[in-house]
T-cell receptor
Framework: TQLLEQSPQFLSIQEGENLTVYCNSSSVFSSLQWYRQEPGEGPVLLVTVVTGGEVKKLKRLTFQFGDARKDSSLHITAAQTGDTGLYLCAGLSGYALNFGKGTSLLVTP | DTGVSQDPRHKITKRGQNVTFRCDPISEHNRLYWYRQTLGQGPEFLTYFQNEAQLEKSRLLSDRFSAERPKGSFSTLEIQRTEQGDSAMYLC?????????????????FGSGTQLSVL
């Protein structure tokens, strides 16, 4: 199983601040996906990055795939309380997606 | 609602009892996954089906666990002789996959999960 390390594990910020969370591995992935999970719910897919160096934007969220396709980052601009949740990265390992442990983000007013 | 549906949402059982969970995927989706998630962890892969065929099982899936998808539609996950370590959120996901291999643009749609507590 290819391990995905996410950092930081926890992050607490105030509304309006910017933040970046990371997803790292020693293995090369053909693609990485980012999900957001709210308490008591299943993860929801945010984006899939496929090409090394790729940057994708989803409103205030910017996703980047490393040139070597071993790592990825998620940057949130001007965080809002609605961004609170567990952010998970996932990459293909064998026949299924393998998830990192996630970054738990809390955005306070 | 045409999303992935899981039942029950919560299950409390005593150690040693058997439990069964059900997952209804999005209707046209041919692939169905089971994951398990404990507090502070990401989802861990258990098994998946391509239509009715169970193609892969994680070593996490001990012989007390069995999953079925008899007609390629809904799936059940049964845990026999439950243990306290089985307490977790059991998540089901479905996708539309054109081939057996995982596609780079494959999108998983997750249900809300079944929270199992074994006392």
């Amino acid at each position: 199983t290819q391990l995905l390390e996410q950092s930081p594990q926890f992050l607490s910020i105030q509304e309006g601040e910017n933040l970046t969370v990371y997803c790292n591995s020693s293995s090369v992935f053909s693609s990485l996906q980012w999900y957001r999970q709210e308490p008591g719910e299943g993860p929801v897919l945010l984006v899939t990055v496929v090409t090394g160096g790729e940057v994708k934007k989803l409103k205030r969220l910017t996703f980047q795939f490393g040139d070597a396709r071993k790592d990825s980052s998620l940057h949130i601009t001007a965080a809002q309380t609605g961004d609170t949740g567990l952010y998970l990265c996932a990459g293909l390992s064998g026949y299924a997606l393998n998830f990192g442990k996630g970054t738990s983000l809390l955005v306070t007013p | 609602d045409t999303g992935v549906s899981q039942d029950p949402r919560h299950k409390i059982t005593k150690r040693g009892q058997n439990v069964t969970f059900r997952c209804d995927p999005i209707s046209e989706h041919n692939r169905l996954y089971w994951y398990r998630q404990t507090l502070g962890q990401g989802p861990e892969f258990l098994t998946y089906f391509q239509n009715e065929a169970q193609l892969e099982k994680s070593r996490l899936l001990s012989d007390r666990f069995s999953a079925e998808r008899p007609k390629g539609s809904f799936s059940t996950l049964e845990i026999q002789r439950t243990e306290q370590g089985d307490s977790a959120m059991y998540l089901c996901a479905s996708s539309l996959a054109p081939t057996v291999a995982f596609a780079t643009n494959e999108k998983l749609f997750f249900g809300s999960g079944t929270q199992l507590s074994v006392l």
